[in-house]
């Protein structure tokens, strides 16, 4: 029987779209770690209940435990306005990431980008 919570991870990082004048954007987020055997599911999810920032879960579901890890990458993306900082949250660790910008100017590039990656990357 599996369990929700929390999973490890090793690396995070974070992009900010801003998508026009005025208006807000939004972040895209990328962990990589090595999750426990038997995980499926893991996503990142925004905590709601975070104040003074955004904080975002690494959460999946584990279980039955067997030996060894499996390598994971997972992207998210969340509304809302720019901050310079966000926190990343997982089971063995809590990390406070500098959040890189992208200009309104060249986001159609990025997006372009964005959407090549995500076709390379493998489910965990």
């Known amino acids: ?23 807000p954007g939004f972040f895209s987020v990328t962990v990589k770690g090595n999750a426990p055997n038997f995980t499926t599911g893991i996503k990142l999810v925004r905590d ?3 104040v003074g920032g955004m904080a975002i879960d690494v959460m999946g579901w584990t279980g039955p435990l067997g030996k060894g890890a499996t390598p994971y990458t ?20 809590r990390l406070l990431i500098d959040v890189k ?24």
Do not use: C, H
């Open 1 to 23: 029987m599996g369990f929700y919570g929390p999973e490890p991870f090793d690396t995070a990082e974070a992009t900010y779209v801003w998508t026009g004048l005025r208006t």
């Open 48 to 50: 709601p209940d975070f």
């Open 74 to 93: 997972v992207q998210g993306t969340f509304n809302g306005m720019y901050l310079p900082k966000i926190l990343i949250v997982g089971s063995n660790q």
């Open 101 to 124: 910008e992208i200009p309104f100017t060249s986001e159609d590039e990025y997006v372009k980008q964005l959407s090549a990656q995500n076709k390379t990357l493998e489910p965990a």
